[in-house]
Nanobody, 125 residues
């Protein structure tokens, strides 16, 4: 089993930045890909970015150039640096882990086996 705990969410004004963190614990040896998803009220949960255990990353078109996913394997921690935030980025952000290799694809939520509780990001205009 793998436990994921997100932190770093909050309220910012448009144009601001936030850095989300996700601490992983438990049996992390079988994790091949980790990712960030988000869900706005009334919308489906969507993939934001993923990173494989070898460092290969993929970002959604809507966040390319603004968000960067990274990981610190020594600390078992996943990050999401979010810059140039806009109101459209307001959502609950979830960390997720998969036993499958993402291989450069933004895999759908069904491929992810473990989920955190989420951290809220609110961006005001």
């Amino acid at each position: 089993q793998v436990q994921l705990v997100e932190s770093g969410g909050g309220s910012v004004q448009a144009g601001g930045s936030l850095r989300l963190s996700c601490a992983a614990s438990g049996y992390t040896e079988n994790i091949s890909c980790m990712g960030w998803f988000r869900q706005a009220p009334g919308k489906e949960r969507e993939g934001v970015a993923v990173i494989d255990s070898d460092g290969l990353t993929t970002h959604a078109d809507s966040v390319k150039g603004r968000f960067t996913i990274s990981q610190d394997n020594a600390k078992n921690t996943l990050y999401l640096q979010m810059n140039s935030l806009g109101p459209e980025d307001t959502a609950m952000y979830y960390c997720a882990a998969s036993r499958s290799y993402c291989g450069g694809y933004l895999l759908s939520r069904s491929w992810f086996h473990y989920w955190g509780q989420g951290t809220q990001v609110s961006v005001s205009s």
